[in-house]
């Protein structure tokens, strides 16, 4: 795989980074880009961070040598072994495969960024960020960041864009949009949950004129790490010298979370997006995230506070909603804090869920 003729331009879109991409995965030369909308042109400079990150797991996947003609940070490029040393260990069906890049030192911009969707991870270390921000020792976030992973359009995509950015207008940050097409590039041969964390650092290397630190939203708690594509181990392997990428929120759980922001007033339950099955700022009420984060709001005392999901939660619903394995772990816990506030009836209609997806754990229960 060779990524060269790295070019920088504007388009009616706004300011595009883009480089050419010589692999079996693009046999017809398609350009790996990044575009941030209302962008300046120091924000993006000309180089390979970017890139590499962006496409180290497909090449091992396809068991393909990485050579990039661009200048890549010293640091990045050393602990790219490391990222292919997790990435092996975790997932057999990745190889390793020979980096070959100019290595050069990187200053980077001031700014700092937050990954953002509204959805529970980023609302609750946005809701941590705001509180934290007249401490003399703490450097705020200033720009909220939403990447376009889906390359969506329409009116419900515009409407997300504007409630996010009423979000950043209440919380006094700035919101950054970014279209890219690397995760229809990559998705040949990159399974989004194990690539994910690759393709937010890919985004914010491709800011570092402007970024000197960006924090990616956690999705699990310390307590129970399974491998990731974001994760404590993986996110900050992708900082240079001048930009530092930060696994941020892992010290709560995802009920945690949503108690934290059930108690936060309006803004985060007015906006709140956590749907993996319906359009673009809208949920649908059925799927896991949503029964998920109705069953935290019902035990927060919060049911029928969020306009944005329905209001009453329905048992029956609960007790047959597909359970993929990726949300075992966050179930479980809820299943423990219905216990423990006394709502045998939620712990009950949760461990059904669990069983009707092989949960054998909660089988011999």
Request: hydrophobic content about 40%; overall charge negative; some cysteine.
């Amino acid at each position: 795989m060779i990524i060269d003729d790295l070019a920088r331009e504007w388009t009616p879109d706004g300011l595009r980074l883009s480089a050419a991409v010589d692999s079996s995965l693009t046999p017809s030369g398609e350009r790996l880009h990044f575009t941030v909308h209302d962008g300046e042109p120091e924000w993006m400079p000309p180089v390979g961070d970017a890139f590499l990150a962006a496409m180290m797991m497909p090449a091992m996947a396809l068991r393909e040598d990485v050579r990039v003609h661009a200048p890549v940070s010293r640091r990045l490029f050393r602990s790219a072994f490391t990222i292919a040393d997790i990435y092996t260990a975790w997932w057999p069906h990745l190889h390793s495969v020979e980096l070959e890049a100019p290595v050069a030192g990187r200053e980077s911009g001031d700014a700092v960024g937050l990954f953002f969707t509204a959805g529970v991870d980023s609302f609750y270390s946005l809701i941590k960020d705001v509180a934290r921000s007249t401490a003399s020792d703490w450097e705020p976030v200033t720009h909220l960041v939403f990447v376009n992973f889906e390359r969506q359009t329409g009116a419900r995509y515009e409407h997300l864009l504007e409630r996010l950015r009423h979000v950043a207008s209440r919380t006094g940050k700035r919101l950054l949009v970014v279209d890219t097409n690397v995760r229809s590039m990559s998705e040949p041969t990159a399974f989004w949950p194990e690539y994910h964390g690759a393709a937010l650092a890919a985004v914010a290397l491709s800011l570092q004129g402007l970024l000197r630190r960006c924090l990616i939203a956690a999705s699990h708690q310390y307590r129970h790490m399974p491998p990731l594509g974001s994760h404590p181990l993986l996110d900050n392997q992708f900082s240079t010298e001048g930009l530092e990428i930060v696994h941020d929120g892992a010290e709560a759980t995802r009920a945690d979370k949503i108690f934290r922001l059930a108690s936060e007033g309006d803004l985060p339950l007015d906006n709140l997006c956590v749907c993996w099955s319906s359009e673009p700022g809208h949920n649908c009420g059925r799927c896991q995230k949503c029964v998920g984060t109705m069953v935290a709001l019902e035990l927060a005392g919060a049911s029928g506070k969020c306009p944005t999901l329905p209001g009453t939660l329905d048992l029956e619903v609960v007790r047959a909603v597909t359970m993929p394995d990726g949300i075992k772990l966050a179930t479980r816990a809820l299943v423990s804090e219905a216990e423990n506030r006394g709502r045998h009836d939620i712990a009950d209609a949760l461990r059904e869920a669990l069983r009707r997806a092989g949960d054998l754990e909660q089988a011999d229960r």
